[in-house]
């Protein structure tokens, strides 16, 4: 009897296997619907909608870009984790560590439901202050430090990468400053005006300012120099810590329960498409910056990210919603 179910459970396996391999080989066969829980023209849709252009091209197939914004991304994160785990609805999103630690409610599991499958790049954020407010990271460190609480700083809302990142700057270099979070491009006004001393924004939604003289850089919040922003120091080389550096990058997803070989295809269309020189333009041009990964490497990172979020809103004493 036992070797009938041994058999049985070996012949089963065998099948399953033979159906993931012909399912992987087959994929995409019908339009695939890329779920962006952000409005369009931000970082994570840019991105999205750059590489899955590239994508269709090579795999012969749709791509869909759906933006389903609200509820801090839950409900488009939510689809992506419900959705039939067959590769044909996928998840890209910039902000799904943060809005793990922010939200104590989410709808799915963010470390158990998906499954990381490849980053599209990293988009740094920027220091940003306005013209003639200060000149170096030193300079505004020091005003923030000397009379504390008195600096503010701008966001497009609570949870944003510009908050966390703002945060991360505050708790690494021993500051407090005052969130002022606004709703679309408000916070571009009163920071140019000098209403608002600082911002921390992604570098795609303030490099067209910084390059027109009226937004001033003052660091990179990277490892390393944006090649978009060449010479703009990074926090490290402007005298922080590197703990100062909030990485806010791009990341696709898949539900958790799909075929790894699905995962393992996909994972190598977009790295084909991120290696043409034309999506590399395209990418840089908006301010995103390579930031290769293997399938396995990002599913090391995104944990240890997701870790990194929470201790974050833990020190620097960020209420949870």
Avoid at 185 to 210: H, K, N, Q
């Amino acid at each position: 009897m036992n070797t009938i179910l041994r058999r049985f459970a070996l012949g089963a396996a065998l099948l399953f296997a033979a159906l993931t391999s012909a399912s992987a080989k087959d994929w995409p066969s019908r339009t695939v619907t890329v779920v962006v829980p952000v409005p369009a023209g931000v970082a994570s849709d840019i991105v999205a909608r750059v590489v899955f252009e590239q994508v269709g091209k090579q795999v012969g197939q749709t791509f869909i870009i759906e933006n389903r914004p609200g509820a801090g991304g839950s409900i488009g994160g939510n689809a992506v984790a419900k959705a039939t785990p067959d590769g044909h609805t996928i998840l890209v999103w910039g902000s799904i560590a943060a809005a793990n630690a922010l939200y104590t409610k989410l709808p799915y599991d963010t470390l158990n439901d998906f499954t990381p499958v490849a980053v599209f790049g990293q988009t740094p954020l920027v220091v940003v202050t306005g013209a003639g407010h200060y000149k170096t990271l030193a300079e505004l460190v020091s005003a923030a430090k000397a009379d504390p609480g008195k600096l503010n700083y701008a966001t497009v809302g609570v949870g944003s990468a510009a908050h966390f990142g703002a945060e991360q700057l505050a708790w690494s270099a021993g500051f407090s400053a005052q969130h002022i979070p606004f709703k679309g491009g408000e916070w571009l006004t009163e920071v140019l005006a000098g209403r608002l001393d600082f911002a921390v924004p992604p570098v795609t939604s303030a490099i067209s300012l910084i390059r027109d003289g009226k937004l001033v850089p003052l660091a990179i919040s990277s490892s390393m120099r944006s090649p978009s922003l060449p010479t703009v120091p990074t926090m490290v080389e402007a005298g922080l810590k590197a703990d100062a550096v909030y990485p806010f990058y791009t990341g696709a997803y898949l539900p958790a329960k799909t075929p790894h070989a699905i995962a393992e295809k996909l994972h190598a269309e977009i790295m084909k498409a991120l290696a043409l020189p034309s999506v590399q333009e395209r990418l840089t041009a908006v301010g995103v910056d390579p930031m290769p990964m293997t399938l396995a490497e990002f599913g090391a990172f995104f944990k240890k990210d997701v870790a990194n979020n929470l201790e974050l809103v833990k020190v620097a004493k960020i209420p949870t919603q």
